[in-house]
């Protein structure tokens, strides 16, 4: 009933070029400190569940079919066929794409014509630090070179994003930090560091930060669900309130990336500040058949003017499939329900799922 | 099916007096750090939405029409008619009032005539230190004055509130402070203080917190849902535990008001302590369409004599009548799933209805 | 629709030998830091709800009759035959049974026998370093005579669980406790100590983790709904993720219990760490109706493979009755649920159920 016929995936990644086994295509399933213990398949997960269900169909198979025959399939058709087939299948229309992950990953332009979609690119912060340092030879060098590249990404980049913000929140002064503690961080982390070093410098990672909100791009932060290695509750976006706050009436916008499981934490943010938004996608994703649920609760506080889609899908076509799949019979179950129940009118229903899907975020990234 | 004819509002302020338009009704209905971002609006909302669903058809228009028809509406029926209409139409019976927020707001006796219904003052110990302080020339007098102060309001109040008890829980020790102690900390505050300031000082909030307990009327705690400046995970009532425990046994009770998104835990601790007391309202209004699962929420570990019902209305009687139809529509929403499902006797529904409705509030206000 | 004949309950204590009158029966159903508030009643809380339900008819009596009631019935049958009645009607096919709680409780055995189900036993950690403690003269034997009982332990219990663990976790370094770390802390703890007094002591219980994990047997450590004289968020799991990951591929398997109200996050944990099992039992006797949904919350993230069923009763036949039914009941509506709006097929959903209620746990605990 509730119609949704364009897609904007504010937060995604590149496909894999390689074919892949059952194996391969399983460890891309999740996100974990290694592998499935005996007896236990990732495939039993929501995750898998999900893309046995949606994902066949669109490969000529019937949904749930065991994950050998569709590997099987898939490797049949070719890895670019399967994905054209499965991106184009989505009903996603456009790609913001966040081009900084190792691997032989497709890039957003690659993606939007596999899709027949629009592509847009997002330009990871870290990374960028990262090559800037590869190239500068000295402190005073390093960061001309960072501002440059960052106002330059500005101008052809749709969005920033920080993975490594969140982690760090609780180290984080709100504020940016001066001159001279910017300077003796980064002589210290350029000194001691190896070409294809992560930067995790705190200071650093604050001044990063803050020359990105100075380009008024919109600013991704991830949050909730994080990388192996860090501790999930220091992911709460909770932990960024004071740099929000901080940030406020500056002109740029902040993005809070997953969320879950503190999404409700995350829509409250989006609630209380006019310059946060919170992303209903990676979630949905994670969750499978639980996705009404955990799109329903993000909707409890955040304004609906203040919440955006995405799939968060790196390395498989399936994965974007999913998010895009989950994220419209969720929307539809759960504001149907509401207009079942008379607490919501059509009309509203209907505009709001505009709105979420793609209005939203093509106000907050200029898409049009 | 499930009926609740009497119904208490354990917390909510009163309304105002002056007619508003649709700038000045919006910024009523969500408490934000800034003006809603360009392209929203606070309409778009689980509270816009559930007031454009409840609040038309007591003015006599459709479910769900717009804002400026509905505030048109408003405005022509004029301020007073349109609170009575809305007030008188929402099944209060009694309303707790705390009538210590600035602003141009009904006191509790003129809320309860608008609404048709009884009424009791509750006491926000922050705003009596404040005016005790405004009128004591010396810190002994300011102490002395104090603790009368309270035990005057203790005669004729319901109720005390605090709002500031658990922003600064992490920093309150649980033990009243020594005397010494308060006197420092009276002093310096007196000495450093405008009029008009807000009490934060951690040692006077403690101090203020056990002169209420001793007093021996039941204690209202603001959790969860903060005020704009706070940073949530700083409301969690968790942080209050050693407090709690401090306080168990002297005969006052504690009632967590708000909760959400920390409501679970809220409930945890009404079912741990005998004197705790968890609050299913406010966070009702806040979200909409989806309190039926907010109340079943709280209803996990909270014994059902340790819930009470509030609205925690400010400002718009349209807040009043929202807490109220949600709470009714969700609690026979979930009571009567629980039924259906066997899970519940009828009976036994009923009489719980009754409890949260009414009842547990009458025997903890002694309001009979 | 779901079938689970076999049901392993990994998690439980035994039932109370003595009969029971109204006021002693109420008092085992929950956890409480003092007795009932005036004018309510342990009856009236999720857990009484579902006693009443699911209990009386095992006893002849139909489903909801009021407690004096059924406790008159109790007595008339024979705490005994009653006990029998109920365990046998449970469809627990398996108890794994921790004897380490103080009380006149049974035993592994014979609460095996009373439900004519096979029996295991869970040793307690802290009970064992208490007994060991009784019975050394000094801090060399008390150190050589813990390292020979718990390795002795792992010989014939099927697992070891501590309850301190958690609530100590922020205290806890993840690594191993030095040698000399180990022997001042022994002899602190040893000289301060009298007959009967817990072990609090954060190295010794480090030190006793850790050789409990060097045994290969799987450890089961509490989280979440804690014992009175705790903070709950204390109690979070992800407070041990630094002890998972420092255990991770050591051979030794935990698995978190309880979880509730963070069992989203110990899901996390599970679906993260190879070696990371999530309970998803105590939870549901503890929520009653709302049992199906707090079920669901565990199977978002945890993988299929990594969920193992217990009831966490003690005391009270009943509560394995309750932890039984509800998660029977629970497990077949969120799993035929998704069955009917086609996201899982009834092949997969089937085959989970059986590893959850059975199969999983008869992997970690090598049950056949």
Redesign the interface.
């Known amino acids: 009933m509730i119609e949704t016929p364009a897609l904007v995936d504010q937060y995604c990644h590149g496909v894999l070029r390689t074919e892949l086994g059952l194996g391969t295509f399983e460890a891309q399933l999740?996100?974990?400190?290694?592998?499935?213990?005996?007896?236990?398949?990732?495939f039993?997960?929501?995750t898998g569940?999900?893309v046995r269900?949606w994902c066949p169909p669109l490969l000529g198979l019937e949904?749930?079919c065991p994950p050998a025959r569709y590997l099987a399939r898939r490797r049949e058709l070719g890895v670019t066929e399967a994905g054209r087939r499965l991106l184009r299948g989505s009903g996603i229309t456009a790609y913001l794409v966040d081009t900084g992950l190792p691997g032989d990953l497709t890039g957003a332009t690659e993606l939007g014509t596999a899709g027949d979609a629009d592509a847009h690119e997002i330009v990871r912060l870290e990374l960028l630090a990262e090559q800037v340092a590869d190239t500068s030879g000295t402190v005073e060098s390093f960061l001309a070179n960072l501002a440059e590249s960052v106002h330059g990404a500005a101008a052809h980049a749709v969005a920033f994003t920080s993975v490594a913000g969140v982690g760090h929140a609780p180290a984080l002064a709100p504020e940016p930090p001066g001159p001279g503690e910017v300077r003796g961080a980064a002589g210290r982390w350029l000194a001691a560091r190896r070409v294809g070093d992560e930067l995790r410098d705190p200071v650093l990672l604050r001044h990063l930060l803050w020359i990105a909100v100075a380009s008024g791009r919109p600013l991704q932060l991830h949050a909730g669900?994080a990388a192996?290695g860090t501790?999930?509750?220091r992911t709460?976006p909770?932990?960024l309130?004071?740099f929000v706050?901080a940030t406020?009436?500056l002109g740029t916008?902040l993005v809070l990336l997953h969320g879950?499981?503190y999404h409700?934490?995350a829509a409250?943010l989006a609630?209380?500040?006019?310059?946060v938004y919170a992303d209903c996608g990676a979630a949905l994703v994670?969750?499978?058949?639980?996705a009404a649920?955990?799109l329903?609760?993000i909707?409890?506080?955040a304004?609906?003017?203040?919440v955006l889609f995405s799939s968060g899908a790196r390395g498989l076509p399936e994965l974007h499939v999913v998010g895009a799949c989950l994220f419209r019979e969720s929307l539809g179950r759960v504001l149907g329900t509401?207009v079942a129940?008379?607490?919501?009118?059509p009309?509203?229903a209907q505009r709001?799922a505009g709105?979420i899907a793609s209005e939203n975020a093509g106000?907050v990234y200029s898409l049009h």
């Not at 999740?30 to 990732?42: D, W």
């Not at 994670?286 to 639980?290: N, V």
């Open positions: 999740s996100r974990t400190e290694g592998p499935p213990a005996a007896g236990t398949t990732l039993d997960t929501q569940f999900a269900r949904p749930h669900l192996p501790r999930i509750d709460d909770v932990l309130t004071d706050r406020a009436g916008d879950y499981p409700r934490q409250h609630g209380v500040f006019p310059h994670r969750t499978g058949a639980r649920t955990v329903a609760e909707l409890e506080l304004p609906f003017g203040k509401w129940e008379g607490a919501w009118s009309e509203d709001v709105m106000r």
